[in-house]
């Protein structure tokens, strides 16, 4: 024990073995955010705005996700009593539905993605045909392996899978030639795609808002919070996010820029996104398995002390899920490339991808807003007229982000920010015409 000038025994800093504690949990928090979001959107954002685009998606992305862990706090319990205002479980246990809708287009977008990215590029080796094949399988059989996990065993995998990423860049600048492995995408993108220079700032709001709300109904990184004590949650947090997984998209603007300059990708960087999907897809699968609501359309399944399914269900429900979900995003994720571009630079492939994430920037952030932030206008609005606000309010909003994210002759951006503003303001508008909890009313006899 060290001493003070004075004689004075120090007490030993206990921010080294909470730091310590916190790598696997920050490292599980990185791979299973590491989705085809991070791994993908930063290409097409900066293909169309430049690489200051990157900025723009990783800062709201990191805050968001870290401010999970620093607002939320742990714990297990499903007992109500026990809740604090700002629970973890409180919120995944209130609101499971919006929860496993989340895993749900979740696992189905990592799906998607990654059918198609081995069509178009592992399809290219001189033995395509099996390796499609063979490359499918892989993915289909790694996505099972992560699910059917121990909960302590996928935090080792957690880091196995991030170490693997690392060793993929590494292999691919070895191999990459006389070619840059990575590079800076371009100043300013291909305006001719978009139709406007200005499209990046019009279009802030909408990631602004998705990634600083969507976090909130992640399953798997609400379990990581409920099961990590402070201090350490709150450091795995900042660690996973702020250091794992910015390295993680700080790879994905590297090989952007390869993409953008020499339009090709290492096979390793398709390794890469492949991994980490199969590892997101596998988490959720598992978080699934263990979430609460699906359970209310048949009481009769076996259940444990606490309403959760047990270990065999859970396992069926994993499988269940993946099996349709696989089939369909490895259909959808082939077909479309063999559909025709919808107008000119822009193929149907990425059509639907920006389809999918546009949930992320309306659907679920406009969930966490409405229905879960506390208002002081709807703090007494009963929760099932808060979700008919919601619903009302994404389906005035979502013409406005087709048009400015999509479009049809080309992206109207100016919209976007008008969409999120209609969501901003309907809690304060509506509020105050919704119906209210009823309040029991002590009688004077009973005083």
Known sequence: MMSTASGTPSTPSRLAPSTLRAVLPALFLASSWTWVIGMWFPYYLTRDFGWVAWLVFAIPNVIGAASVGLILRPGTSRDPATWEPRSSVKLTTQHDIACMAFSVVTIAFQLYVVSFLIRSHISQLPIAAPMVSISTAVFAALVILFAL??????????????????GFAIASGLTSGDQAAFSLPPVDGIVGVTGDPYGLWKLAPAIVFGFLLCPYLDLTINRVRQDTPEPTGSIASVLGFGVFFLVMIGLTLGYAGRLINHNTISYYVVGHIALQAAFTSGVHLRALGRAGGYHKFDLSKPRDAEG????????????????????????????????????????????WYDLIISSYGLVFPAYMYICVVPHPTLRAVRRKARVLLW???????????????????????????????????????????????LVPVRSRAGQ
């Open 149 to 166: 996990l121990p909960w302590r065993a996928s935090w080792w995998a957690a880091g196995f899978v991030w170490l693997a990423s690392i």
């Open 308 to 351: 959760r399914p047990t270990a065999v269900r859970q396992a069926k429900l994993r499988l269940f899920c993946f099996s349709f979900l696989f089939c369909f995003a490895l259909f959808f994720g082939n077909a479309v490339l063999d559909l025709q571009q919808p107008r000119a630079g822009y193929d149907a492939s990425r059509f």
């Open 391 to 437: 619903a009302v309010t994404t389906l005035a909003a979502t013409p406005l982000f087709f048009l400015g994210f999509i479009g049809f002759a080309e992206p109207q951006y100016g919209l976007i920010p008008i969409g999120v503003v209609l969501i901003l303001v309907a809690p304060y508008v509506a509020g105050q015409w919704l119906p209210k909890r």
